[in-house]
T-cell receptor, first 112, second 115 residues
């Protein structure tokens, strides 16, 4: 009963390094999302993929890129990490646009 | 962009007490969702509300979708220590002709329950 699986769970990077966060869901959902969570700010949408083959920007897309590799997998890439990108990153998925989103357990990313 | 105001920011209560928290928005939503997040984990869906005025229960949890579609509340009755966590409201837009429902989250209510 995995649901949404994110890897890695923790990562420390140096400024300027690149990294890809992985997300996979086993619920046959069409839509997938990437959020970041910062203290006192709730969750903010970075990018989303309404369906396989499509991606769109969310509220805070700058500094990130995404790839919807197939229906199951949606990755988030930081090309040149900055300290402002230190955060907890959550991937989520939903069956269709009007169904609730289900979240993974997050990736805790620190950039020094 | 849309703003959700969630209150209170934190609550410290005794086991057995009832809890109430709410969210208000400057804009209309088509769906209200309530999530709970425990340390080191992602948000877990508690209740989903789809119609204005809807009142829905899930065990000791009750949530309502406000008539104006700009607010929602969550009540927890007879709190227990395992209720500890951060509770988030989220409002969902549904745009006609697209397959995407944007979620806007509140800032969260931190709940502490003393045994």
């Amino acid at each position: 009963n995995a649901g949404v699986t994110q890897t890695p769970k923790f990562q420390v990077l140096k400024t300027g390094q690149s990294m890809t966060l992985q997300c996979a869901q086993d619920m046959n959902h069409n839509s997938m999302y990437w959020y970041r969570q910062d203290p006192g700010m709730g969750l903010r949408l970075i990018y989303y993929s309404a369906s396989e083959g499509t991606t769109d920007k969310g509220e805070v897309p700058n500094g990130y890129n995404v790839s919807r590799l197939n229906k199951r997998e949606f990755s988030l890439r930081l090309e040149s990490a900055a300290p402002s990108q230190t955060s907890v990153y959550f991937c989520a998925s939903s069956g269709t646009y009007n169904q609730p989103q289900h979240f993974g357990d997050g990736t805790r990313l620190s950039i020094l | 962009g849309q703003q959700l105001n969630q209150s209170p920011q934190s609550m410290f209560i005794q086991e057995g007490e009832d809890v109430s928290m709410n969210c208000t928005s400057s804009s209309i939503f088509n769906t209200w969702l309530w999530y709970k997040q425990e340390p080191g984990e992602g948000p877990v869906l508690l209740i989903a509300l789809y119609k204005a005025g809807e009142l829905t229960s899930n065990g000791r949890l009750t949530a309502q979708f406000g008539i104006t579609r700009k607010d929602s509340f969550l009540n927890i009755s007879a709190s227990i220590p395992s209720d500890v966590g951060i509770y988030f409201c989220a409002g969902q837009e549904v745009r006609g002709g697209t397959s995407y429902g944007k979620l806007t989250f509140g800032q969260g209510t931190i709940l502490t329950v003393h045994p």
